[in-house]
Structure formats: C-alpha cells, structure tokens
C-alpha cells in the first residue's frame, strides 16, 4: 500500500531498492569505463586538440614533480593511453614505471606505444582498480595520476590505497583539472568547457554525452584547497600544489 507521507509505494520486502540516477558529472564505474571503451581510438587526439598541445608541458612538469631517481620504482594510475606512463620513463628514467588502468580498451593503445620505447626504465602496463590495488604495502616510491582522479567514484579509496603501496617519504603526485582563481579567466574557461570541448569531443567521434560529462566532472571537481584538505585527511603530510594555465590544471604533491 502506498506510504502515508509521501504516497509511495514501498518496495517488496527483500528487494533491492532502485540505484539512485548519477548527476551529469558524477563518476560511476559504469559510466566511465562505457566512456573511455568508446573514445580510446581518438582519445589522443582529442587531448592534442582541445588543449592546443599544452598537455605535453603538464605532464613534463608532473614528471619533474615526482623528483625521480634511478632507483624509483614508480606506479602511474588511471595511465589511459599512456602518455605520464612513457613521460615518467623518457624524462625521470627511472628503474621501472608501472601504468595501470581499469579500462582494456585504453591500455591497448598505452601497450602498443610502450612497444616502441626503447629507452633504460622498465615499463610496462596491466589492468588494475586505483581504489583497490593489487599491490604489496610500501612498494612504490611514487605514485602518479594525471586527469584520472575526478573520474574515480571513491576518491577517498584511492588515496588510502595510495597511501598503503607508497614507502615511507613516497611521493602522490596528482595532476588534474582544477580551478582557475582569476574570475574573468574561470568564466571563460568554464564557457570553454561547457561549448567548445562537447563539440570537438562530438565530432572527433560522434559521442558528444561522453564529452558532457568530461565537462561536468571538471566542473563538479573540489579546487585546488580542498583536494589538498582530502589528500591531509587521508594522512599525507607536506601538501602543495602548484597551478599551470592560470589554474585550468593544478600539479598536487602529497608526501606519506
């Protein structure tokens, strides 16, 4: 019979009420592994594109961030295509880079631009959830994660898991959109994202929702002083971020 306060009808004893409808930005497992599946093929484009080719110096500036040393073995989550993955081992050389991913289709191509690097550091790349790590506790000197963070579900779960496979004195470095603080250019970055990038992401592969929601999770994203107050709560110390572009990306460093 229908509830008495708000005339529902209240479910069958034993069943599961219905999951709740994510809002436009909200990153569920589901919805962000449909995503990438779809625009892997042209995700490398699209980046080149809708950044005019300044994700070359963010990553470069990640990399120089993670103050690698020969002997670093490094784990780079939400690796995608690979790009910090293969930035890590030509620039920061270190002894091994691990690229992970929870999404094959991305990884594929991460694989097959790994094959032609030919350089000293061990890389290579496997399947893996950034918020439950197969990894043993204090086993990487850095962990990296470039624009992989606003798509997690469980941020929360992935910062304790980072904080679990880090040794002591290891290095998260977060590279990630962020919030630009100057209001004139914000409101002309957030008008950018909002028109320009559906529109490039819809005609490079004619699924313009996917590209919506990229947009809403930039914009639903906390700023650069409350991922900081996330990373503090989860126990890293000496926390700072440095912003790029005006504050369109911010490089965070956390220290366990």
């Not at 500036?61 to 995608?80: I, K, P, Y």
């Not at 293969?86 to 991460?110: C, H, Q, S, Y």
Request: charged residues 25%.
């Amino acid at each position: 019979m229908p509830d008495p306060i708000d005339g529902s009808v209240p479910a069958p004893a034993g069943a599961e009420a219905p999951s709740p409808t994510p809002s436009s930005g909200e990153p569920t497992p589901e919805r962000v592994k449909g995503i990438f599946s779809l625009i892997a093929r042209r995700y490398d484009v699209f980046n080149a594109l809708s950044s005019f080719g300044i994700d070359r110096l963010w990553r470069r500036d990640a990399v120089a961030a993670a103050r690698l040393t020969r002997t670093s073995r490094v784990l780079d989550l939400c690796a995608g295509t690979g790009d910090l993955s293969l930035a890590l081992a030509r620039l920061g050389r270190p002894a091994e880079v691990v690229g992970t991913d929870f999404v094959p289709e991305m990884l594929e191509i991460a694989k097959r631009k790994g094959r032609a690097y030919k350089g000293r550091t061990s890389l290579t790349f496997e399947v893996a959830d950034a918020q439950d790590l197969p990894y043993s506790d204090a086993s990487f000197d850095v962990v990296t994660v470039a624009f992989g963070v606003r798509n997690l579900p469980d941020r929360a779960a992935n910062f304790a898991e980072v904080y679990r496979v880090l040794k002591p004195g290891g290095r998260y470095v977060v590279l990630e959109f962020s919030r630009p603080r100057f209001a004139p250019w914000r409101w002309f970055y957030h008008a950018y994202l909002r028109f320009v990038i559906p529109t490039i992401g819809g005609l490079l592969t004619r699924d313009r929702a996917s590209f919506v929601y990229l947009n809403d999770s930039i914009r639903a994203f906390p700023d650069q002083a409350a991922l900081a107050a996330e990373l503090r709560q989860t126990g890293f110390s000496a926390i700072s971020w440095e912003d790029r572009t005006g504050g369109v990306v911010a490089i965070h460093v956390a220290v366990k």
